[in-house]
């Protein structure tokens, strides 16, 4: 352990939920002190084996857990056995922040929703997560991020390449963790309002909330009264300043040019076409909006004469805002994500991971820790808990705990 003084050091997190919002955000909490103790069942989180589902990146480490579950104490419980569910609610009864994201009728069944949690502990902090909300008619519907943060949303349809092709399919997990931000704010809101009356509370969000909030531009527009027009293909963006265009090796770059006052007559002097700004077609905003798909075609055909690494030391020269269409190749070696804190090394040295998304000046966070193996630390956990050696050899011994 370190001497560094961090905003969660003491605070006591239980980690009852599995893949993956609702872990994610007690990762964040472990990343600033937390001392959260995952609870898995005698076979293990589920979460432990999604790298092996068809379609994710092959690879003998554990990714997913490497990243959910790092700085994590793991503690193997039946929870279905009366004397494994005594083990969670003594260990509950010290601890400041609870989080769950099983199904609402699973906690009712196991004695682990809110209610009979809040009874053992009114300071707590009760951190609910679900697929669709807490209330109305698909409370109880099961779903992940591919179905209740990015198909219902709408951001499925929206942002498929175009209007004649399929909807877009999510990444693996790419809903999951900016929703366990948000649970991390929900948490760390009824943590400071505790601070002023004393008792703790519950907090909750969805996947369907979360996703809605991020298509919430285009959703606002709807609700307003707009015509949200339909994705056209690329060659027809309707604007040419804020669009995708393919360099001579394959490579793709994106421009967002919203200051066009400022940044297009410094873009066709880098793309060495500055005779097109007294083009009649390209001189003004409104005249680039009728003829978008022409300015397209002039640009691709001048991106198309030079490499990716090339475009980039030219635009950046000139200040023009635009962004290489990155792989994941390109991140092993992107040095601004290392010195901004976005990468970072594992303690022991087996590696890089993706740090949580914020930094506090002045506080740095928890060298990652690696993630804990089934039931590591569950004797010294319940031995902290006041346990004693026979209470816990005779739960081991009955199949309630392991490790």
Known sequence: MDSVRRPFDGLKVIDCASFIAAPAAATILSDFGADVLKIEPLEGDPHRALYRLPGLAATERNYPWELDARNKRSVAIDL????????????????????????????????????????LNPRLVYASFTAYGETGPEADKSGFDS???????GLMDIVRPDHSTPPARSAAGMGDHPCGVTLFAAIVTALYDRQRTGVGGLVS?????????????????????????????REQAPNALGNTYRCRDGRWLNMALINEERQFEPMLEVLGIAEAATDPRFATAPARGVHHAELVALMDRQFAQRDL???????????????????LSDIDDDVQMRAAGALVPFADGSGLTVSSPFEIAGTPKVAPRAAPDIGQHTAAVMHAEGFSDAEIARLRELGVIAG
Do not use: C
Request: net charge positive.
């Open 147 to 153: 179905t209740a943060y990015w198909a219902r949303s």
């Open 309 to 327: 690494a090339d475009w980039r030391v030219r635009l950046d020269r000139a200040a023009i805002t635009f962004s290489v269409v990155a792989t």
């Open 205 to 233: 969000s969805s996947l369907m909330a979360n996703g809605l909030w991020a298509n919430s531009f285009l959703v606002q527009g709807h609700l307003s009264g707009a015509t949200v027009p339909p994705r056209v293909p």
């Open 80 to 119: 279905k056995r009366p004397e494994g569910l005594d083990v969670l609610y003594r260990l509950t009864r010290g601890a400041d922040v609870f989080l769950t994201n099983l199904p609402l009728a699973a906690r009712a069944r196991l004695r682990i929703d809110h209610e009979s949690i809040r009874a």
